[in-house]
Nanobody, 120 residues
Framework: VQLQASGGGLVQPGGSLRLSCAAS????????IGWFRQAPGKEREGVSC????????YYAGSVKGRFTISRDNAKNTVFLQMNSLKPEDTAVYYC??????????????WGKGTQVTVSS
């Protein structure tokens, strides 16, 4: 079971990035998939989540309206489209999966992070 996050990089404020989270060893469609981030000196926080039990999507207030989570079941991949990026979005971003299918519980599998840096 593996999750591989990619797509991070350096972008100017106001720019966009799309992160990808590719799963192998299991089928994403049956899992809740979440994106989390951790900035230096700060605790990890949830950014967005797509639940498989009720097909809802969830967003942190700080990213609502700017980030969009989506999934491509054929590619077994989840995406996080990040627009209007701000310096405070700078962090290592992780994707994670929950067997329960719910975004409200803990995550069972974690991928390695991808660095997102927003700076001019």
């Amino acid at each position: 079971v593996q999750l591989q996050a990619s797509g991070g990089g350096l972008v100017q404020p106001g720019g966009s990035l799309r992160l990808s989270c590719a799963a192998s060893g299991f089928t994403l469609d049956y899992y809740a998939i979440g994106w989390f981030r951790q900035a230096p000196g700060k605790e990890r926080e949830g950014v967005s989540c797509f639940s498989s039990d009720d097909r809802n999507t969830y967003y942190a207030g700080s990213v609502k309206g700017r980030f969009t989570i989506s999934r491509d079941n054929a590619k077994n991949t989840v995406f996080l489209q990040m627009n209007s990026l701000k310096p405070e979005d700078t962090a290592v971003y992780y994707c994670a999966a929950a067997r329960s299918g719910s975004c409200l519980g803990g995550m069972d599998y974690w991928g390695k992070g991808t660095q997102v840096t927003v700076s001019s």
